[in-house]
């Protein structure tokens, strides 16, 4: 069965250091996007990639990368430079902005700073 | 640029009818509708496009206002597997269609 897979589903992270979020899709969608989640909020999104090699900031980018050198995939990076990166980490993909199909979404990735 | 979803929560017997609306300050493209359980993914319910064409799930509706810039989904003939958050997603005209989410509507149906 096609869809995303997120790795890991749970991470903790040390002040200071730079972590990465693993995102795969197999549904040979196009465009791919993150999104952060925190407590009884909605979805803000931090990047997305309408094809491969191209990617753009979202609402709060500021501290995270991404790169999308391979159709599937979709890394993103928290960096350090991010101060308050605990939150719920969804990745989602879509086949094609011009198509008007939902977006499907991978379980997550539950992030904590200790 | 966010939507704003109405009401923030709402609790149901099974068998009862709930509206949660969606409203957005900018015209609007699109606007998709998910449902999020505690701790999992959200899942895809429908899309309503400008024009009025609409895809999405079988025993939910809802309804899409281009003038006013509003969307409501109605949930009627509730049952237990409705329980959950959620969320309006819109797109906007101008620019890569991307989705902008609302902070959910919690939902809870109870026996």
């Known amino acids: 069965d096609g869809g995303i897979t997120q790795s890991p589903k749970y991470l903790f992270r040390k002040e200071g250091q730079n972590v990465t979020l693993s995102c795969e899709q197999n549904?040979?969608?196009?465009?791919m996007y993150w999104y952060r989640q925190d407590p009884g909020q909605g979805l803000r999104l931090i990047y997305y990639?309408?094809?491969?090699?191209?990617?753009q900031k979202g609402d709060i980018a500021e501290g995270y990368s991404v790169s999308r050198e391979k159709k599937e995939s979709f890394p993103l990076t928290v960096t350090s430079a991010q101060k308050n990166p605990t939150a719920f980490y969804l990745c989602?993909?879509?086949?094609?902005?011009?198509?008007?199909?939902?977006?499907?979404f991978g379980s997550g990735t539950r992030l904590t700073v200790v | 640029q966010q939507p704003v979803q109405s009401p923030q929560a709402v609790i149901l017997r099974e068998g009862e009818d709930a509206v949660i609306n969606c409203s957005s300050s900018?015209?609007?493209?699109?606007v998709h509708w998910y449902r999020q359980k505690h701790g999992e993914a959200p899942v895809f319910l429908m899309i309503?496009?400008?024009?009025?064409e609409q895809k999405g799930h079988e025993k939910i509706s809802a309804s899409f206002n281009e003038k006013k810039q509003q969307s409501s989904l109605y949930l009627t003939a509730s049952q237990l597997s409705y329980s959950g958050t959620y969320f309006c997603?819109?797109?906007?005209?101008?620019?890569?269609?991307?989705?902008?989410f609302g902070t959910g509507t919690r939902l809870l149906v109870s026996p």
């Open positions: 989602a993909s879509s086949i094609d902005p011009s198509v008007n199909d939902g977006y499907t």
């Open positions: 549904l040979n969608h196009d465009a």
């Open positions: 990639s309408q094809i491969v090699n191209d990617f």
């Open positions: 900018k015209a609007l493209y699109s």
């Open positions: 309503l496009l400008k024009g009025g």
């Open positions: 997603g819109t797109e906007v005209l101008e620019g890569f269609q991307k989705l902008v």
